[in-house]
Nanobody, 120 residues
Framework: QVQLVESGGGLVQPGGSLRLSCSAS??????????MNWYRQAPGKERSLVAA????????NYADSVKGRFTISRDNVQNMVYLQMNSLKPEDTAVYYC???????????WGQGTQVTVPS
């Protein structure tokens, strides 16, 4: 069972930066098999995809709202995924979730989420 634990959230002023981390564990295969994603959910809104990185790390994709400000990366040795968030805006306030997609087993896994707050 894949377990995901996020960290790095907090309160940051507009224009500031945060780096979210997601630690993956509990699997018997190599971490590089998993495609990794960051989602977020603001109060009263649906959960939405923020950034994605392929299993090998060669490809990334971003929501239009964060392009040029956020960067997703992964360390397939340390079993970690990161989301570097720069130029943060109040509309980035949300709970951020780490997600793993295993295309071999057709399963996905979720972390518990970490709160990011950017006051207006």
């Amino acid at each position: 069972q894949v377990q995901l634990v996020e960290s790095g959230g907090g309160l940051v002023q507009p224009g500031g930066s945060l780096r979210l981390s997601c630690s993956a564990s509990g699997f018997t295969f190599t971490f590089s098999r998993l495609a990794m994603n960051w989602y977020r959910q603001a109060p009263g809104k649906e959960r939405s995809l923020v950034a994605a990185i392929t299993s090998a790390g060669g490809g990334t994709n971003y929501a239009d709202s964060v392009k040029g400000r956020f960067t997703i990366s992964r360390d397939n040795v340390q079993n970690m995924v990161y989301l570097q968030m720069n130029s943060l805006k109040p509309e980035d306030t949300a709970v951020y979730y780490c997600n793993a997609w295993d295309s071999y087993a057709y399963k996905d896994y979720w972390g518990q989420g970490t709160q990011v707050t950017v006051p207006s």
